[in-house]
T-cell receptor, first 112, second 113 residues
Framework: ETGVTQTPRHLVMGMTNKKSLKCEQHLGHNAMYWYKQSAKKPLELMFVYSLEERVENNSVPSRFSPECPNSSHLFLHLHTLQPEDSALYLC???????????FGNGTRLTVT | GENVEQHPSTLSVQEGDSAVIKCTYSDSASNYFPWYKQELGKGPQLIIDIRSNVGEKKDQRIAVTLNKTAKHFSLHITETQPEDSAVYFCAATSGGGADGLTFGKGTHLIIQP
C-alpha cells in the first residue's frame, strides 16, 4: 500500500477534452512532484511544489496546469492534449527537497 | 546539467545467480545516488541509496557501490529470486535528495526460473 495515491489509474481522453489527475499523499511530506514516464526515456520532472508553492516548472507546455491546494494534495489539469502526451504520469512526494522521493502508482494517460 | 547513463537496458539471469546494473554520471558535484525498482503496473519504489561520503552500502541481498573518481555506481543483487524481476532505475543529484534528480533510462531485469 503506497503512501501516495493517484486517481484515476487509467484515463483515455480526446484532444479537445479537459480532465484532471489527482494525487494525495498520506506521509506528512512537504514537497510534491509531477513526473512524466514515457517508454525508452528517463523520468522527466514536470513540476515541483514545496510547502504549496510552485518552485520548479521544467518548460512544460501550458496545456498542463498544476494545482497544489494544500501540502497533501496535488492536481494536474489537462486540456487540448496531443497524442504524444500519452504516457504514465507519476506523482511523488518527499519530506523536503533533500529527502528521498516516494512515488505513487501513476495514471496511465492515453490521448486519442 | 547532469547526464546519467545506465547499462544494460535488459538483463536476463538464472534464478539464484547475481545481477549487476551499472550507471555513470557526468556531474562531479553529484552527492546522492538512489536506486528505484518498478514492478509492472506500479510506481518506482526506492530500494537503496548511497551518499558520496561512503563507497558501499548493503541491505540484505542488495548492495550499491560508488566510485567517485570514475563517476560510476552499481547495483548488485545476489541470490536472485523471481520477485526481483522488474525495471530498475538509477539516479543522481547534487541536491542531496529529491531535488534535481536525473534518472537513467532503466534496466529490465528478467529472472529465469
Amino acid at each position: 500500500e503506497t503512501g501516495v495515491t493517484q486517481t484515476p489509474r487509467h484515463l483515455v481522453m480526446g484532444m479537445t477534452n479537459k480532465k484532471s489527475l489527482k494525487c494525495e499523499q498520506h506521509l506528512g511530506h512537504n514537497a510534491m512532484y509531477w513526473y512524466k514516464q514515457s517508454a525508452k526515456k528517463p523520468l522527466e520532472l514536470m513540476f515541483v511544489y514545496s510547502l504549496e508553492e510552485r518552485v520548479e516548472n521544467n518548460s512544460v507546455p501550458s496545456r498542463f496546469s498544476p494545482e497544489c491546494p494544500n501540502s497533501s494534495h496535488l492536481f494536474l489539469h489537462l486540456h487540448t492534449l496531443q497524442p504524444e502526451d500519452s504516457a504514465l504520469y507519476l506523482c511523488a512526494s518527499s519530506q523536503d527537497r533533500r529527502s528521498p522521493l516516494h512515488f505513487g502508482n501513476g495514471t496511465r494517460l492515453t490521448v486519442t | 546539467g547532469e547526464n546519467v547513463e545506465q547499462h544494460p537496458s535488459t538483463l536476463s539471469v538464472q534464478e539464484g545467480d547475481s545481477a549487476v546494473i551499472k550507471c555513470t554520471y557526468s556531474d562531479s558535484a553529484s552527492n546522492y545516488f538512489p536506486w528505484y525498482k518498478q514492478e509492472l503496473g506500479k510506481g518506482p519504489q526506492l530500494i537503496i541509496d548511497i551518499r558520496s561520503n561512503v563507497g558501499e552500502k548493503k541491505d540484505q541481498r542488495i548492495a550499491v557501490t560508488l566510485n567517485k573518481t570514475a563517476k560510476h555506481f552499481s547495483l548488485h543483487i545476489t541470490e536472485t529470486q523471481p520477485e526481483d524481476s522488474a525495471v530498475y532505475f538509477c539516479a543522481a543529484t547534487s541536491g542531496g535528495g529529491a531535488d534535481g534528480l536525473t534518472f537513467g533510462k532503466g534496466t529490465h531485469l528478467i529472472i529465469q526460473p
